[in-house]
Structure formats: structure tokens, C-alpha cells
């Protein structure tokens, strides 16, 4: 099994239910679990037999600058998105976590996480 991370990833976005959350928005963080055979690109170091994780990066900032009420919703859609862009994705687990969520008292951040597992596709 090999697994690629992507590490407190942080966007400022404007996800909410809040209408205040939508206008002010706040910083959020997101990590990121992929699962997917790696030994190809181990032996040959082409990037052509990996998945570049700067084209994960970019699949999460795309969906995170599309609005939604809830973090399950966004969490979502950045997870299919990156396995219709990656079929060789087996297992992804992601958690975005909203740094200032509009609640009482002092704390570093709410979070969600979705995990799916996919069956593998040998394409």
C-alpha cells in the first residue's frame, strides 16, 4: 500500500451557514490521505507513473473557492473530484477543519472528515 499526503493545506474561504460566513469567510485547513500504488513511479522517477500531488493541490482549491453551507458538502466534492481525475485512487480520507467557526469561546478550529474507499481500477 502506498499513500500520498497532503499536509494542513491552508485556504481562505467562505463556506457557512451563516450569512456572515459568506461574506467575511475565515481560514481553513485541510489534510489529505491517498491511497494508490506508488512502486511504478519508485522505480522508473517519472512523474507520468504517480499522481503529482500539485495537481491534488489544485483540485482542493478549486472546489474550496465554490461556496457551500456545509464542510461535509465541500469535503465531498473535493473527494470525487479527485478520483474522477485519478481512477487509480483506491482510498482517500480528507478533513477540513474551519478555524473560526462562529461559535462560543476559544478554540483552534471544527472539523470534518470523509473517507471512501473506491475499487480499484486497473486502466
Given at each position: 500500500?502506498s ?5 494542513d ?13 459568506n461574506?467575511?469567510g ?8 491517498l ?7 519508485a522505480?522508473?522517477?517519472d ?6 500531488y500539485?495537481?491534488i ?34 482510498y ?17 478550529g471544527a472539523?470534518?472528515?470523509l ?9
Amino acid at each position: 500500500m502506498s499513500k500520498i499526503y497532503l499536509e494542513d493545506i491552508k485556504i481562505y474561504a467562505y463556506h457557512g451557514v451563516l450569512p456572515e460566513e459568506n461574506i467575511i469567510g475565515t481560514y481553513y485547513i485541510l489534510n489529505s490521505e491517498l491511497h494508490t500504488d506508488l512502486w511504478k513511479a519508485a522505480e522508473t522517477d517519472d512523474l507520468n507513473d504517480t499522481i503529482s500531488y500539485a495537481d491534488i493541490n489544485a483540485i482542493i482549491h478549486q472546489e474550496m473557492a465554490i461556496q457551500s453551507k456545509l464542510l461535509e458538502h465541500v469535503a465531498g466534492r473535493i473527494i470525487l473530484k479527485i478520483h474522477e481525475s485519478f481512477p487509480q485512487v483506491s482510498y482517500i480520507k480528507l478533513r477540513v477543519t474551519k478555524t473560526s467557526p462562529p461559535m462560543q469561546g476559544e478554540m483552534k478550529g471544527a472539523s470534518i472528515e470523509l473517507e471512501k474507499s473506491f475499487k480499484p481500477d486497473n486502466h
